[in-house]
């Protein structure tokens, strides 16, 4: 179908919105990416801590 949805989103006082629940789940997996692999850079296992 050819449906259409509204969506809401959270916004703050100067119109920023706050990122959804799945967004933030999404970010979270980026920054631990991120620290894994610097972590690999400097020889430490990011399984071992």
Same mark, same amino acid.
């Given at each position: 179908? &050819? #449906? +259409?949805?509204? $969506? /809401? +989103? $959270? @916004?703050?006082?100067? #119109? &920023? /919105?706050?990122?959804? #629940? @799945?967004?933030? @789940?999404?970010? @979270?997996?980026? !920054?631990? %990416? +991120? /620290? %894994?692999? !610097?972590?690999?850079? /400097?020889? *430490?296992?990011? %399984?071992? *801590?």
């Amino acid at each position: 179908e &050819n #449906g +259409r949805a509204v $969506w /809401l +989103r $959270w @916004a703050d006082a100067e #119109g &920023n /919105l706050f990122p959804t #629940g @799945a967004e933030r @789940a999404e970010q @979270a997996e980026e !920054r631990s %990416a +991120r /620290l %894994a692999a !610097r972590l690999r850079e /400097l020889g *430490i296992d990011p %399984a071992s *801590i």
